[in-house]
């Protein structure tokens, strides 16, 4: 079946940048998503960037695609203690053209 | 204005129960969606529907049944409750059906079996 994964961890100090990567064996997708969940909380639509582009940039993030790779990552710079959550990657899987979340990157920013 | 809102936020319950969650939302969107997320964070689709009719159902034992009285509402009912079935359980929905579509979230249904 499909893979999606992503390291489980990452800690950042405020101010400095976080990079969360993201690893798929198979992908159809037309967009591949971050979504970010909060403690207690739905996840939320971060940010998508379109399959032929490879690299999207909006305020503080910016989303790196690699389809040779198969690798997809998301910057977030000047990291801040409100970035602290679980970012999920998602593409939509090329056999079973479901959406497939990855393992999701519990990122913590300490002070 | 909540967009996808799910009750209960937590529900605590005894093996062998029958329980629903349900959930509602008002952004006038045609599919919606059950989630469930284990322990360990791995979020798993478990059913969708697109304007009342169900699109996917994923191996999930029968005694889990969803049920969408209209395209706004889709409620889960899970029979006979076990252990393993402790999760947060998750309803989204979509503008549109397909794969490619941004999934909006509800906050979550916390379910604990004891």
């Known amino acids: 079946g499909e893979d999606v994964e992503q390291s489980l961890f990452l800690s950042v100090r405020e101010g400095d940048s976080s990079v969360i990567n993201c690893t798929y064996t198979?992908?159809?997708?037309?967009?591949l998503y971050w979504y970010k969940q909060e403690p207690g909380a739905g996840l939320q639509l971060l940010t998508y960037?379109?399959?032929?582009?490879d690299m999207k940039q909006d305020q503080r993030l910016t989303v790196l695609l690699n389809k040779k790779d198969k690798h997809l990552s998301l910057r977030i710079a000047d990291t801040q203690t409100g970035d602290s959550a679980i970012y999920f990657c998602a593409v939509v899987s090329y056999n079973t053209d479901k959406l497939i979340f990855g393992t999701g990157t519990r990122l913590q920013v300490f002070p | 204005d909540t967009a996808v809102s799910q009750t209960p936020k937590y529900l605590v319950t005894q093996m062998g129960n029958d329980k629903s969650i349900k959930c509602e939302q008002n952004l006038g969107h045609d599919t919606m969606y059950w989630y469930k997320q284990d322990s360990k964070k791995f979020l798993k689709i478990m059913f969708s529907?697109?304007?009342?009719?169900?699109?996917i159902n994923e191996t999930v034992p029968n005694r889990f049944s969803p049920k969408s009285p209209d395209k706004a509402h889709l409620n889960l009912h899970i029979n006979s409750l076990e252990l393993g079935d402790s999760a947060v359980y998750f309803c989204?929905?979509?503008?549109?059906?397909?794969?490619?579509?941004?999934?909006?979230f509800g906050s979550g249904t916390q379910l604990s079996v004891l």
């Open positions: 529907y697109n304007n009342k009719e169900l699109i």
């Open positions: 198979d992908s159809s997708s037309t967009y």
């Open positions: 960037i379109f399959s032929n582009m």
């Open positions: 989204a929905s979509s503008q549109l059906q397909g794969t490619n579509e941004k999934l909006f």
